[in-house]
C-alpha cells in the first residue's frame, strides 16, 4: 500500500479507501490510485484489513443447498450473489444432497472459517445443533425450509398452497385419476406438497388412491422408472403432478416414450429452462426464485449489519403458469 500511495501522490489513508471502496475521495484522486494498484499489482488483503479494523469480519458468507446444479437451487444462488457483489463479500456454496452428517461437517467447516452469515437449506430435521452459533451471534437464514428445534429467520413459499394449485388446475379440466410424483417424505417441503395434493383431492370430493402416488424419487431416472409402471398398470392416470423440476423432467420422458404425451396432462412443481418449449409446453407451479434470493439477503445482510429483533418468516405465495400440457383433457 505504501508503493501505491508513493507511485499515486497520495497518503496511505486514501489508498485505504480507495480500496475499500469508502467514501470521500474524488473520482480524479480514485482513479489515480486505481492506475497504480493495477502498474503494481497490488491486492489488497481483505482479510487483515477486517483484523485491523477489529470487527472481525471474513466478508464471506456460506450458503449451502441441496443441490446447486438444479436450477431452483442455481437460480438462488445467483440471485445471493448479486446482493453480496454491491457489500465485495463472498459467498461460499456447497451441495448437501439431502446427507445430514454432510449438512453439520460443512457447517463446522463454515463456522470456524468465521463467515459473517449463513444462508441453509437444510438436509437434517432438527436443527438444534446450530443454537450456539445463534447465541453467539451467527446469523442464519433458512431458505426453501423452515427451522426446527431453533428459532430464525427463514424465506420459504406456501408449498402446500401451491399443490392445490396444481391439482384444483387439473380437477377443473376435467381429471379425477390423478398421479402424485414426490420427493423424500423425510423433507419437508416434498412432504408439504404431499399434503396439498391430497388435501385438494378431499376438498373436491375425490377419493386419493395411494397406489398412483410415488414417493421418495430422488432423479428424473426414477420419476420415469415409477411412472412408467403407473401408465402400464391396468387403470393408468389420466394426469401426473410432478412434485420437484427435476421429477417433471423425468415424466415429460415417460410421457413421450409412452407415446401419451399430448394424452395425458401433468403440471409441474418448479419452473426450469426449456420447459416452456417442449411439447407440449409444460404447465407449472412456479416460485419467484429471484424474490426469494431478493428476501433471503435482505435478511442475512440486515442481521449482519446488527438487526437484533424478533426472528422473521417470509411465506411467498407461487404461481400457476399455464402453458398447456395441464389443460390437456381427459379421453372419453
Known sequence: MREVAALAGVSLKTVS?????EPGVSPDV???????VTQLGYRHNLAASNLRRGHGRSAMVGALLQDVSNSFSASLLRSLEDAARDRDVAIVASSL???PARERSLVEGLVRRRVDGLLLMPATERHDYLADDLRSGL???FVDRRPNGVDTDSVTVDNAGGSRMAVDHLLAHGHRRIAFLGDLPTIQTARTRHEGFLAALRDAGVESDPAVEATSLRSP???IA???LLLDSANPPTAVFAA?????IGAIRALHHRGVAGQVALVGFDDFPLADIVDPPLTV???NVAMIGFEVAKRLFARIDGDTSAPQHVVLTPELVVRGSGEIRPEQ
Not at 479507501?17 to 471502496?21: G, T
Not at 420437484?244 to 417433471?248: E, I, K, T
Open 97 to 99: 444432497d439431502e446427507e
Open 139 to 141: 446469523p442464519i437464514v
Open 244 to 248: 420437484r423440476n427435476s421429477l417433471a
Open 285 to 287: 407451479v412456479k416460485q
Open 226 to 228: 415409477a411412472l412408467t
Open 30 to 36: 480514485t482513479a489515480r490510485v486505481e492506475r497504480a
Open 17 to 21: 479507501r480507495v480500496v475499500n471502496r
Open 221 to 223: 431416472d426414477d420419476a
